[in-house]
């Protein structure tokens, strides 16, 4: 019911920038998706939350992205947007776009995430 398709992984020095987004749809009866965000997996390493834009239009951001990476969304375009700049050999990681979804009477469903991009920051 929930999809979600990011693009614009790549490779890039340091010190370099890249925009991903994540196209989402909702195909449901009811509900809607409300609070989105970006998480990414490095090898080895669990998946951690990087940024997340609540249903309220917030934004948190995990303390080592503060300051470069901004998350934003077009509602009119269906997108979520992460802007990475000033990137890090050690954002190298598998990212992937992330939604809740609401329905009437329920806890909000987090299990929806998209196929992953991968991000490669190296010289």
């Known amino acids: 019911q929930v999809q979600l398709v990011e693009s614009g992984g790549g490779l890039v020095q340091p010190g370099g920038s890249l925009r991903l987004s994540c196209t989402y749809s909702y195909s449901g009866s009811s509900g809607r998706i409300g609070p989105m965000a970006w998480y990414r997996q490095a090898p080895g390493y669990r998946r951690e939350r990087v940024a997340t834009k609540t249903d309220g239009g917030a934004t948190h951001y995990q303390d080592s992205v503060k300051g470069r990476f901004t998350i934003s969304r077009d509602y009119a375009q269906n997108t979520l947007y992460l802007q990475m700049n000033n990137l890090k050999s050690e954002d190298t990681a598998v990212y992937y776009c992330?939604?809740?979804?609401?329905?009437?009477?329920?806890?909000?469903?987090?299990?929806?995430w998209g196929q992953g991009t991968q991000v490669t920051v190296s010289a």
């Open positions: 992330n939604a809740g979804v609401i329905r009437l009477g329920s806890p909000v469903d987090y299990d929806n």
